[in-house]
DNA sequence: CATGAATGAGAGTTCATTCAT
DNA sequence: TATGAATGAACTCTCATTCAT
């Protein structure tokens, strides 16, 4: 492992654990093994490194998103699969994407506002799309987004790989109950 | 309104908007319209505010579960109604209760979590409930607690009074599809 | 002496000594007798309090310049003793005024260079009446103005009040020369 | 030209523009086109290298007061247009050993301190021949020294080879300026 | 009740310099 | 010759908090 991948990596793990205005860059560079000055010749400054990782975490899921193909129910159940197995195999960057935005500022903000858009892009089409052809029964689809976005995001606060939930087992239960909570017809 | 209450609500507002480590004593003070010394008059420490904060919002939550009563079913669709509606209403106490607690320390922390805890056994007392009742079709009753209470909570995290959506229809709506996720009999 | 004023003539007296650059905020601090967290108390940044400086020192300077009235070669001995005697009265405001303005980023740059144009603009105007009135004979009267204003401007470089040499008497032989060098008619 | 006159080159300039503690080694390094690293491969400390500019500068200044001869008032003229000359041409050069010899410490220090007393005594032996011989007359000597070399060495402030003033043109004018304020029989 | 003054500790970041490769 | 990596010390500035008035 590269020493950038250890300073990422600890970054990834300090600011899950407690936020990007908790983490000091001297916890930071602790966690790397490195002293603070030589942490600065790995990464710009803490923001750039918190970008970095949002970036990387969103690109990774539009990609996914992106080869999910099939009929309306299958993409949204696919959509879902999907970001509840990055979310629980990836809990803390997921974690600092959902969480941490705030503390991003200006165009930064900006660029990963938009990514994040663009993301929830796909799963506002899958309802959309599931609503038109009836195959869904929503009130509100954009709320319906929401509140299943909240949902599958809220994995990465509470599963643990070491729990007894099979993630397999997850991804289907969590597909399950999305289906019901959209009124899919059975 | 009195000074203690504006320091509340300045404290409020603004670990809401730039949470618990982003916010400084000075910004604090500034938006309760005091000194930062006279701050000091009317709370205890930083940690104390939030503290307070967290304490009054989850007692009223548990206080407000404890007089739901009904069927299985009718419980959990009001536990659901209700938590939405404060979660509507009260976005910003709601969003420092459930994005802050990784800042508290020492018995605090515990304290919190303990009256977390408390609320979230209604939820689990439901949906078991409601499981042994046969009136509830899930997989795993802890993972469907758990992704329940997040598609609710989440509410604070987008919903507006000056959006489109009113309130009661949300409050409805969230109980359907709470009823759908977890396989309500129809 | 307020704290406010031991800050200014801590900074001065550093500032001339050292240089913006070369000083230090807790060689400021020690300097005025107070903490570097305290210093923060009386000061904005460090660049604020050298604009500060600059600001009162050129602004004087304008002051008195425009209160010097008479035929063209007494005005012009008038600026020479006036100026003089403000860079051997205080030397370390007027060494910094001439020797930082480099260390000024952005508009708090343009504001000072502004200010002194200003006051450049009345030894100027001094030497081309003069040569207008043909009590003057110089070859170039914009370089006239440069060595004459640097030599006046050097005397904070190098005079003590402590030294051989009288203020006033320094002054009028800074008059004496200033009209040799200009070519002044006997 | 060598990467060590590129580096001496690039501290000039930077040196000059932003003054030695205004200059970090990495600008340094940037600005010849080397890593920090390999600069070190070319000059020994910062400070060495300021020590090192100065040096050649003031014995190229030393070396050329050795050659000048004449009588009283044509080596004081002399004296001018070379000095004026020289902080015309290399301007940056000239202002380093000007402007820079606070940042000195010690030994250092001493060294280039006497080289510049060596230099200033052509000066002042100049005009203490000139007043002997009553080809001068000025009130006191050493002002006169003083006033004169300040009002020289200012040419490197301001001078610039792309503006109208002719660089011959230049010396005579300083020349005549010199013998006036000096009030020089005419 | 209110606050200006004060501070040790720590924030994020850069410093000049060294050294193994 | 060249440099990426490394660092202790220092940088400017802000932190949460206390206290005398």
Redesign the interface.
């Known amino acids: 492992m590269t020493t950038e991948e250890r300073v990422r990596e600890a970054a990834v793990r300090l600011f899950a654990?407690?936020?990007?205005?908790?983490t000091g860059i001297r916890d930071l560079a602790q966690a790397a093994g490195l002293s603070s000055a030589t942490l600065y010749h790995y990464m710009g400054t803490k923001e750039d490194l918190l970008v970095e990782i949002m970036r990387t975490s969103l690109t990774e899921l539009i990609g996914k998103a992106e080869q999910i193909t099939g009929d309306e129910t299958d993409r949204l159940v696919s959509l879902v699969k999907m970001h509840v197995r990055a979310h629980a195999e990836k809990p803390r960057e997921t974690a600092v994407v959902d969480?941490e935005m705030?503390?991003l500022t200006g165009e930064r903000r900006e660029e990963i506002v938009a990514l994040r858009d663009r993301y929830e892009r796909f799963w506002q089409d899958a309802i959309d799309d599931g609503v038109k052809a009836r195959k869904l029964t929503?009130?509100?689809p954009s709320?319906?987004r929401?509140?299943?976005?909240?949902?599958c995001?809220?994995?990465s606060?509470?599963y643990s790989p070491d729990g007894p939930?099979n993630l397999s087992?997850?991804t289907?239960?969590?597909g399950?109950?999305?289906l019901?909570?959209?009124?899919a017809a059975r």
């Not at 654990?17 to 908790?22: L, T």
């Not at 929401?146 to 949902?151: D, I, Y």
């Not at 019901?180 to 009124?183: I, K, Y």
């Open positions: 654990e407690r936020g990007f205005h908790g969480g705030r503390a929503v009130a509100d709320v319906a929401l509140a299943l976005l909240e949902m995001s809220g994995v606060r509470w939930v087992d997850l289907i239960q969590y399950a109950m999305a019901g909570m959209l009124g």
